[in-house]
Each structure stands twice: as C-alpha cells, then as structure tokens.
C-alpha cells in the first residue's frame, strides 16, 4: 500500500521559515516522482514543487523560488521542503503527492499524481 503521511505544518510570522516532511511507504522510492502542492481556502490546489530523484531534477512554481527548497533523504523515504521568508500568501494546506515513473512536461500539475497525503496547514501571519 503506498503512503505519504506529511509532518511539519503550524503557525508562523511572515518572514519566517518552516520545514516540511513528507514520508513515504509502499513504493520504490527511487522510481517515483514526489511533489509538494497546497490549496488554500476558495483556491484550486497548485504545485508547489517536485522531485525525480531518478532524474535527479527538481522543479519550483515561481512563486517559490528563491525561498523553498524541495530535498529528499533516501536512507529516510522521506522527501523536505524547506520554506524560508515565507508570506501571508503561502498559508494553505500543504501536501504531498506521488506518481510512478519521471516527471512529465508538467511536472506539477495536481492531476499527473496518483497517491496524496492528508495534508498539513501552514498559517503565516504576525
């Protein structure tokens, strides 16, 4: 059974950082692409970022970059996403998602990835 369970989320000032965790279970770890995405209130879910570790490639949404870092610990299963200076506009829940095999031309888009986390809320606000 695969599994991504996501740790890490809570409140924060803006400007401040947060590291997110997302372990995984029940697939090979090498031969699936990971990706972060988040939806907040009245929004569409949106890609955040995503990992091939096969490619060795990781990709950011603009709106990230500069900021967040996606990593993965292989010996853990479990992939990071180091979120720094972060702003009012990034508080939403925040998840992880998997798909077999390497990213595809759009490499976050939430519909391409099969297996979801529940989520973990993120609230940026002084």
């Known amino acids: 059974e695969v599994r991504l369970v996501e740790s890490g989320g809570g409140l924060v000032q803006p400007g401040g950082s947060l590291r997110l965790s997302c372990t995984t279970s029940?697939?090979?770890?090498?031969?699936?692409?990971i990706g972060w995405f988040r939806q907040a209130p009245g929004k569409e879910r949106e890609g955040v970022s995503a990992?091939?570790?096969?490619?060795?490639?990781?990709v950011y949404v603009d709106s990230v970059k500069g900021r967040f870092t996606m990593s993965s610990d292989s010996n853990k299963n479990t992939v990071y996403l180091q979120m720094n200076n972060l702003k009012p506009e990034d508080t939403a829940v925040y998840y992880c998602?998997?798909?077999?095999?390497?990213?595809?031309?759009?490499?976050?888009?939430?519909?391409?990835?099969?297996?979801w986390g529940q989520g973990t809320q993120v609230t940026v606000s002084s």
């Open positions: 990992i091939s570790i096969s490619e060795r490639r990781t």
């Open positions: 998602a998997s798909h077999w095999g390497k990213l595809f031309d759009d490499p976050i888009l939430p519909g391409a990835y099969d297996y």
């Open positions: 029940g697939f090979s770890y090498d031969t699936f692409a």
